[in-house]
């Protein structure tokens, strides 16, 4: 049974609740990189004093420790110029910071999640900040600051290990392009728009503060099985293809239609849409969009 987020979770735009869809400007958003790695919440007291690290699912894991303790001692004098004046407990008291743990590197992301999860400090990890809650308020699962205000004091950190995410000015470049340029950098798996005026809830992030870009790769390819099984929850049949990418078995569960009648059969051509390549050479997240009644040959996955 899945989790529930301790966040604001970022969404496709087509998740967002249609009514305020229709009234959001995208070119208005701040475009931040979405770093390759896993969420997690660093919290400090109120006394500046770090008191864990977190996963968006609410699971503690010491991982990031060492990078906790240095966020806690960072303080007023080693704040960059043009920040307001912290007291003596420094600019992490009181908060819970989000960001990512992740280092560079392309296809990482299997290694990163692994030093993430054990259970031992990893020093080779890195913490991009991208937004930071007031503690009472991200317990009570609301900060109505706007995104700007919320993270105005942080912008220009950028202490070794810990650092603000990289972002650029709304309506700066086309989000696609330059999401599907961070991804082939490497070390990114697409970009994130973040609305400056919204406020931080915890939950769906269907009424569209943070709205996720991901990299789009399509290929027509050819299915070579057509699978059911019973869903654990509903019970009802769930249909899984197996299509040929590169000569290899790729398994597509998401998408597929749950009606028989509109699920392809063995050697029709389907189009299947992915984020990005995985780290054995198939797609990661591969999601199928529709039969491709108008093609009789496969792409070959070039």
């Known amino acids: 049974m899945a989790k529930d987020y301790i966040i604001q979770k970022a969404v496709e735009f087509s998740k967002v609740k249609k009514k305020l869809a229709t009234e959001i400007d995208l070119a208005t958003y701040e475009q ?56 003596k407990l420094g600019p992490f008291a009181g908060v819970a910071v989000i960001g990512e743990a992740w280092w560079t590197g392309k296809g990482e992301f299997n290694n990163i999640s692994g030093a993430f999860r054990r259970g031992v400090v990893n020093d080779r990890l890195l913490f991009a900040i991208n937004d930071v809650i007031d503690l009472n308020g991200f317990h009570d699962g609301r900060d109505n600051r706007p995104y700007s205000e919320r993270t105005e004091n942080y912008r220009s950190i950028k202490d070794g290990r810990f650092f603000f995410a990289d972002r650029w000015a709304p309506g700066s470049s086309d989000p696609q392009e330059r999401c599907n340029q961070l991804v082939q950098t490497g070390g990114y798996d697409g970009l994130v728009l973040r609305d400056l005026n919204g406020t931080w809830t915890v939950g769906s992030g269907n009424t569209g503060e943070i709205i996720k870009i991901k990299q789009k790769l399509s290929f027509d ?43 392809p059969v063995v050697g029709q051509i389907v189009e299947v849409e ?29």
């Open 274 to 302: 992915a984020m990005d390549y995985s780290s054995d050479g198939l797609l990661r997240e591969p999601r199928f969009k529709g039969i491709r009644y108008d093609k009789i040959v496969a792409d070959t996955g070039e």
């Open 32 to 87: 931040q990189a979405k770093y390759d790695g896993c969420c997690a919440i660093l919290k400090f007291d109120y006394n500046g004093q770090y008191l864990g690290c977190w996963s968006r699912t609410g699971e503690r894991y010491v991982s990031m420790d060492s990078i906790g303790q240095s966020m806690s001692v960072y303080k007023r004098e080693n704040c960059p110029s043009g920040l307001r004046a912290f007291d």
């Open 221 to 263: 390819l050819k299915v070579l099985e057509v699978n059911c099984v019973k869903g654990e929850k509903t019970g009802r049949d769930v249909y899984k293809l197996v299509v040929d990418f590169r000569g290899m078995a790729l398994g597509v569960g998401s998408g597929v239609p749950h009606k028989l009648a509109d699920v």
